[in-house]
């Protein structure tokens, strides 16, 4: 459903990513991780249209993101839906208002049903009546929490959250990737980048680790776990294979 050949992207002549390919089949979520600053949010970007790349390719069920005009890639974002790292709320708008956002642009529910839907994925990420607010009066988690509300109302069947556990205590993590799990369709693919390796490890089919701007390493949990490499043992928290039986 995502096929990245060959993406290169470089920011003032420093490589941030470089020669990347790997593809992503309809019904997996994968997680992508590696240290801070590798290049994991940039790559989220890239593979929604919102930065071009320097070289290479980013194909959405076949279609080429590369080149597409405005409204083109105006459709295809209304297949996906994206939890930015910072937020990205409108700060003119009330909670109620940046959460149902997506729904009143597809124009295809009602008042009555968006407002429901908006209470109920508001509750489901642990915020019920914050409808009124406004994101100044949120804390980070809080903002962490409506974001992911907004991101994922429209039910898109491609969805991309930039660390969305950040800044939520332990119990409130393990419920949003618990509602990533439930909200993933076995038609769509889902992308998380995040640090919290421990909760995505229930959560995530297949893994891509970033390493010194290139794809380290590729493959599900049983290949992580067989994996005697380092920097796999350094993320994941593993033990070399000879040492484990």
Not at 60 to 86: T, V, W
Not at 147 to 155: D, N
Request: proline content about 4%; glycine content about 10%.
């Amino acid at each position: 459903m995502i096929d990245v050949r060959h993406l290169s992207i470089s920011y003032e002549g420093s490589p941030v990513l470089t020669d990347m390919t790997f593809r992503v089949a309809k019904g997996t979520i994968l997680g992508v991780v590696g240290a801070g600053g590798v290049g994991k949010s940039v790559l989220l970007k890239l593979l929604c249209g919102l930065i071009q790349p320097d070289d290479g390719d980013v194909q959405i069920d076949g279609l080429s993101i590369r080149g597409l005009d405005d409204d083109a890639l105006a459709d295809l974002r209304r297949r996906m839906g994206m939890l930015f790292q910072n937020y990205a709320l409108f700060d003119f708008m009330t909670v109620g208002e940046n959460v149902a956002f997506p729904l009143e642009q597809a124009r295809e529910d009602s008042p009555q049903d968006i407002q429901a839907k908006v209470s109920e994925r508001l509750s489901e990420v642990g915020l019920p009546g914050i409808e009124r607010m406004y994101p100044r009066e949120l804390s980070g988690g809080m903002k962490k929490r409506v974001s992911l509300a907004r991101a994922t109302i429209a039910g898109a069947n491609i969805l991309l959250y930039d660390d969305p556990a950040a800044g939520l205590d332990p119990v409130t993590s393990s419920k949003i990737f618990s509602l990533i799990r439930r909200l993933h369709s076995s038609e769509g693919v889902s992308v998380v980048v995040s640090h919290d390796i421990d909760r995505m490890v229930g959560v995530c089919d297949e893994w891509l680790v970033l390493h010194q701007g290139r794809i380290w390493f590729m493959g599900d949990v049983h290949a992580v776990r067989a994996s005697n490499d380092p920097v796999i043992a350094t993320l994941f928290d593993t033990q070399p294979q000879e040492a484990v039986r």
